[in-house]
Structure formats: C-alpha cells, structure tokens
C-alpha cells in the first residue's frame, strides 16, 4: 500500500468528470485508489495478483498529476520507456520566495515560450507547480531536459540553453 499526499486543488484533476481519471487510473494499472478529498491523502491499494510494477506506476501518475501535470499528460508514464522526475526548488535556491518567483518565471518565460521550447527540443512535458519542476519524458530526454532547467535556475542565459539543446536534437536525430 501506498500513500501519497497531493494539493487539495489537485484533487479534482484526479478524481476527474464522473470519477473518469480514477477509474481509469484504477484500470489501467490493477489498484484501488482512495482519495481522501479533506487532506489530501490518496492511498494506491494493489489488487491481488496483480504486478506490483503497476503500483509503483500508479504512484508516479498520481505525483504527475498532483506536480501540474493534465491526465492525459501523466497517464504517459504507462508506458515502459517514460519517467517522471521533480525537482524541489528549495533544494536549489532555498525558501526565498522572490527568487523562487524569479527562478519560475525563467523556466517558464514570457507567454510559456522558455517551458515550451525545452518541451519541443527535449520531447519532454515540464510543469512548474508550486515549489517544483516535474518532467516527464524518456530517460535520455528527461535528463537533458532537468539540465537544461539546472542551467536555468543557475543563471545560465536562455540563448545558450537553446544552443545546448538544439545541439542534443540534431545529434539524437543522426543516431542510428
């Protein structure tokens, strides 16, 4: 069993219309999901003979979800080859809200362009949620991805961060 604690707002976006995103959740990956709606607290139960993987999958989309992420978003992570990662902001800036605040907006950028840009060069999802960055995507991609958000958050200029990753695109493209 389980327990995952996710933001009230988020609760919703799991639950979905109808209860649609839980029982599908609840179906594609052989568990029993309970969502306490008051505290935030979902619990994932596996159901008997079922692959535990499916559990620790159901986990990952219910952290994607709760980080940002639209179901159709985190239900990727069904898949083998796809993976979540998230980053604490307070790990890399400490608890200064004005430089979390500033930190954000670079990753994001103006109208989302900077998120949407590593987004395209990487065939990543980034969602900047509270005092987090979650990416979901491939291993290889994914790690490009946070590296690119690292030098973000250090101060890199955005310029050189797209050079970096236009770069990884072009090679990924002429490997065999």
Do not use: C
């Not at 003979?49 to 985190?74: C, M, Q, T, Y």
């Not at 990662?85 to 800036?93: A, F, H, K, T």
């Amino acid at each position: 069993m389980d327990y995952i604690r996710i933001p009230l707002e988020r609760i919703g976006v799991l639950i979905g219309i109808n209860g649609q995103v839980k029982s599908d959740l609840e179906r594609f990956t052989g568990t029993t999901i309970t969502v306490d709606s008051k505290e935030g607290l979902v619990t994932i139960k596996i159901v008997e003979h079922e692959d535990p993987l499916k559990a620790w999958k159901a986990r990952d989309i219910v952290r994607a979800i709760g980080r940002g992420f639209s179901p159709k978003n985190a239900f990727k992570l069904l898949s083998d080859e796809v993976y979540l990662e998230i980053m604490d902001l307070n790990s890399y800036l400490g608890h200064s809200r004005r430089t979390k605040k500033r930190i954000k907006g670079r990753i994001i950028g103006f109208g989302g362009k900077s998120r949407r840009i590593v987004e395209d060069l990487t065939k990543t999802k980034v969602s900047v949620y509270g005092d987090t960055v979650a990416i979901i995507g491939n291993l290889e991609d994914l790690l490009k991805a946070k590296e690119a958000i690292e030098l973000l958050i250090k101060g890199s200029q955005h310029s050189t961060v797209y050079r970096m990753l236009s770069s990884y695109r072009s090679s990924k493209k002429l490997r065999p």
